[in-house]
């Protein structure tokens, strides 16, 4: 086993997704609450900071919590046979299809994210995922032909659906298959921190599988995990005021045959999992689904060509990469300039 692939087998006991939720701020009030969930095939969490300005119980708060994350998941899940979103996959005609404003909203930034990658995101990939191994049950060691790939070649690509302003959708081929789970995290954040800020709670955190983001006039510390032999051991910790961060990468989801990993995370160009070096991609934005997306499309990028992507649309990122053995880090200029007590000078 190399030295990489040790690092990758210890690296997928660590948080998800490389995000040590610190869950910390300059004062811990001992009136502050945190409660958590189950949600969207993983956990959330949580964390309220006074001033609180509202009559609700916390039980009351985490009620109007779980609906909301409830109705998104009726919306976008594609576990759900019965959601919008499987309903739409399911819909095999050429005609426009009606869909509510927030799973429009979600697949129309998913395509502005997959034009500004240059069609690194895509989120028809789904059958893609299936046919690797990654499908609802896991990695499983899975190598398919030349031959089952074509058959599904024809139905992938973010040019085979077609948007409209009417809140609708087409598909260019009936076999289209749509798959959110790469930003409905995000977005499922948003909404959550969003709706706490309407119940008078403005001092708080939001987590959900890894992807967070914090409201309030507290800085709130999240730390990012450094892929490594030692448990906790951590790269970088960000001080974070109103902001949200997600991370990517290709060591909570792969398998391992004939000395090949098999990362979960497919590139739309060569209809294959990824293969290169990189093995985590932070991005901090002020909204977390676009957190979330362009993680994704820069962890499909790579550090190499990702950070061409990050300078030119100014983000805020983080890459991790291994390179003969060894662990290193790129930052975009944002990273630099946002982070500058903890990013290394060129």
Not at 203 to 228: F, L, N
């Amino acid at each position: 086993m190399t030295t990489y692939q040790s690092i990758l087998f210890r690296a997928i006991k660590l948080a998800p997704l490389g995000l040590l939720l610190l869950i910390s701020c300059k004062k811990t009030p001992v009136d502050e609450f945190i409660f958590t969930g189950k949600t969207m095939g993983t956990t959330y969490k949580v964390k309220v900071s006074p001033p609180f300005k509202t009559e609700l119980s916390i039980e009351e708060i985490k009620h109007e919590v779980d609906k909301e994350l409830i109705e998104i998941n009726q919306k976008m899940s594609t576990y759900i046979g019965s959601s919008e979103l499987s309903i739409f996959n399911k819909f095999n005609k050429d005609t426009a299809f009606k869909l509510s404003p927030q799973t429009h909203g979600v697949i129309k930034a998913a395509q502005k994210i997959s034009r500004d990658s240059g069609g690194a995101y895509d989120v028809t990939v789904g059958p893609l995922v299936n046919l690797w191994g990654f499908g609802p049950n896991g990695a499983i060691e899975k190598n398919p032909s030349t031959s089952d790939i074509e058959k599904v070649k024809s139905f992938i690509g973010s040019d085979k659906l077609i948007l409209s302003n009417d809140l609708t959708a087409r598909k260019v081929h009936p076999q289209v298959y749509v798959d959110l789970s790469s930003i409905a995290k995000g977005y499922g954040v948003d909404q959550i921190s969003k709706l706490l800020s309407s119940l008078a709670l403005n001092t708080h955190m939001v987590e959900i599988g890894g992807e967070v983001r914090v409201q309030g006039e507290k800085t709130w510390k999240i730390g990012i995990e450094k892929p490594d032999l030692r448990r906790g051991n951590l790269a970088k910790i960000l001080p974070l005021k109103n902001s949200s961060v997600a991370t990517s990468g290709t060591y909570r989801n792969f398998f391992l045959k004939d000395g090949v990993r098999y990362s979960h995370t497919i590139d739309p160009k060569t209809l294959s999992p990824i293969d290169h070096h990189t093995i985590s991609v932070t991005v901090v934005h002020p909204e977390c689904m676009w957190a979330d997306g362009f993680a994704t499309a820069l962890m499909v990028m790579g550090h190499e060509n990702g950070i061409e992507m990050a300078e030119k649309l100014n983000l805020t990122v983080y890459f991790i990469y291994e390179e003969n053995g060894i662990i290193k880090e790129l930052m975009s200029s944002k990273f630099r300039s946002q982070f500058p007590a903890i990013a290394p000078k060129k």
